[in-house]
């Protein structure tokens, strides 16, 4: 009979101990990251968002924030759209950085993702956007320019590249319509990359150029054309004469914002371990000389501000594309 009392004995203590294991397991199973992560860089190599991948990628390595090996994975193809459909049947482990293309591609029907079937997880950077005009031109201002705009929308040539519909041609509208030109009537000619809108401004082929700062800025010290106005918030350090927008009378600020995306359906633990990763990643030093290196401007905003920004964004490219002609 003790033997029998011994063995039911053991028997208990194995299967309570068997059921410890599953929940060391279960606990064990919110620890995370678990494995190797992926970032993806839904472009070519050598890109923006490429640039951007590889050196968050090496400042977190580094700066010993995230432990695991991240590989940076290349899907280009479709404004990144071959990239954000691959994170989207993707786990916790991979992300993607993202910009307004997410949700200009979806309102101008040429993809059927939106934002709100992703993670937001972080946005990082803005590069600014610019306006120039040609040496010699009869706009010394961006409010001359502004004025013409208004008296005739489509007296003026507006070089742009690569397309309608992105952030250098859809700040211009939104210039122009709160300084209360007819946006539907201006005259933008579309040019392959931004070298051949430099060249074209240059050559006196187009009136007006806009582009990112980054692209303009050297043109513009070497005195080759001017700047007129920045879709900044306040003068850049760089370009000390030139003004913003709110300067010249037009109430807009514009960034040409870059940030990380998750997949569908991350825990809050897991969105939780991004915010403190990404939080002390843009305290460092190594991202700080990244920035001034690349003409970045800090524009951090955690999981929870993202989201509210993504939503605050696809309200106004919603507003702009449909007010200025462009049609799903």
Not at 28 to 57: C, H, V, Y
Request: glycine residues 8%; proline residues 4%; hydrophobic residues 40%.
């Amino acid at each position: 009979m003790k033997k029998i009392v011994g063995v039911a004995a053991l028997s208990f203590a194995l299967i309570l101990g068997a059921c410890s294991s599953d929940n060391a397991g279960e606990k064990d199973d919110s620890d995370f990251p678990k494995k190797n992560l992926e970032f993806i860089a839904p472009a070519t190599p050598g890109g923006g968002w490429d640039a951007t991948a590889r050196a968050i990628q090496k400042i977190l390595k580094e700066e010993d924030i995230v432990d695991q090996s991240m590989t940076v994975i290349n899907k280009p193809g479709g404004n990144g759209e071959v990239g954000w459909q691959y994170l989207s049947k993707k786990d916790a482990h991979t992300m993607a950085i993202d910009s307004s293309l997410l949700i200009t591609n979806n309102l101008l029907g040429q993809s059927d993702l939106t934002y709100e079937e992703f993670t937001p997880l972080a946005t990082l950077t803005t590069e600014w956007i610019s306006v120039a005009v040609k040496n010699g031109s009869p706009y010394e201002t961006a409010t001359d320019l502004m004025e013409q705009l208004k008296k005739d929308p489509a007296s003026i040539k507006i070089g742009i590249a690569p397309g309608l519909g992105n952030n250098d041609h859809l700040s211009f509208v939104k210039a122009a319509k709160t300084f209360g030109v007819d946006v539907t009537k201006l005259n933008f000619l579309v040019y392959e990359s931004g070298g051949d809108v430099m060249t074209s401004l240059l050559g006196g082929h187009v009136d007006v150029a806009t582009m990112a700062v980054s692209e303009s800025s050297e043109q513009h010290l070497a005195g080759k054309f001017k700047i007129v106005a920045i879709s900044a918030d306040e003068r850049l350090e760089e370009l000390p004469d030139v003004p913003t927008w709110k300067e010249e009378g037009v109430d807009m600020v514009f960034p040409h914002w870059r940030g990380i995306l998750g997949p569908p359906d991350m825990t809050e633990d897991e969105i939780a371990y991004w915010n403190e990763a990404f939080g002390e990643m843009v305290e460092t030093d190594s991202w700080k000389e990244l920035l001034e290196n690349n003409g970045w401007e800090d524009f951090y905003q955690d999981s929870t501000e993202t989201t509210e920004f993504l939503k605050e964004q696809k309200e106004m490219y919603t507003e702009l594309i449909d007010e200025s002609g462009l049609q799903k």
